[in-house]
């Protein structure tokens, strides 16, 4: 069974920048749809930024701040968050997404404050 472990979440300023990693316990070369979410306290897990099949999807509260990029080699997909708000605050979180379901991690916690 596939694990994805998270890392890079901390408490950053406004303005700030974190950089999210999922590492997958096998190879991501025939993994089609791999992305994150995250939920805020009090609210649902929401989308924040999916590749699928090529095409990379963002929530439109992160766009132009958020990228998601993948790292074949290293089984790794990023997340690079700039410009952080304290509306990013959450738990992060990664998904892999099959025909036989979705996996996620365990979440990683990002916190925006001043």
């Known amino acids: 069974q596939v694990q994805l472990v998270e890392s890079g979440g901390g408490s950053v300023q406004p303005g700030g920048s974190l950089r999210l990693s999922c590492s997958v316990s096998?190879?991501?070369?025939?993994?089609?749809?791999m992305g994150w979410y995250r939920q805020a306290p009090g609210k649902q897990r929401e989308i924040v930024a999916v590749s699928s099949f090529g095409k990379v999807t963002y929530a439109d509260s992160v766009k132009g701040r958020f990228i998601i990029s993948r790292d074949s080699a290293q089984n790794t997909v990023h997340l690079q968050m700039n410009s952080l708000i304290t509306e990013d605050t959450g738990i992060y979180y990664c998904?892999?997404?099959?025909?036989?379901?979705?996996?996620w991690g365990q979440g990683t916690q990002v916190t925006v404050s001043s």
């Open positions: 096998r190879s991501t070369n025939n993994f089609n749809v």
């Open positions: 998904i892999l997404r099959t025909a036989w379901g979705d996996t």
